[in-house]
Nanobody
Framework: QVQLVESGGGLVQAGGSLRLSCVAS????????IGWYRQAPGKQRDLVAA???????NYADSVKGRFTIVRDNAKNTVYLQMNSLKPDDTAVYYC?????????????WGQGTQVTVSS
């Protein structure tokens, strides 16, 4: 059973930084694309940052220049470094991975980690 476990959320003042981590475990797989999403109360879940198997990254306009997504394939881990945080960044952050298992690709989600930015 594959699991994605996130960590690193918390409460931070505006202008501060946090680093989120997401580790995949539980089976033999390879990781294809990875994304970090966020969902604020009453809003839809939106893509924040993504990285493909070749290392190409994509960011939402609202976080460009402030957030960085990095993957460590050897550790089955993805990180989201968040700098210059703003109150509008407050949300539950989810990691999502496309995992190749037994010749098929499956999408997995983490449980979410709360990020709260105070003004």
């Amino acid at each position: 059973q594959v699991q994605l476990v996130e960590s690193g959320g918390g409460l931070v003042q505006a202008g501060g930084s946090l680093r989120l981590s997401c580790v995949a475990s539980g089976s033999t797989f390879s990781i294809d694309g990875i994304g970090w999403y966020r969902q604020a109360p009453g809003k839809q879940r939106d893509l924040v940052a993504a990285i493909n198997s070749g290392g190409r990254t994509n960011y939402a306009d609202s976080v460009k220049g402030r957030f960085t997504i990095v993957r460590d394939n050897a550790k089955n881990t993805v990180y989201l470094q968040m700098n210059s945080l703003k109150p509008d960044d407050t949300a539950v952050y989810y990691c999502q991975m496309d995992l190749s298992l037994r010749g098929n690709i499956y999408s997995y989600w983490g449980q979410g980690t709360q990020v709260t930015v105070s003004s």
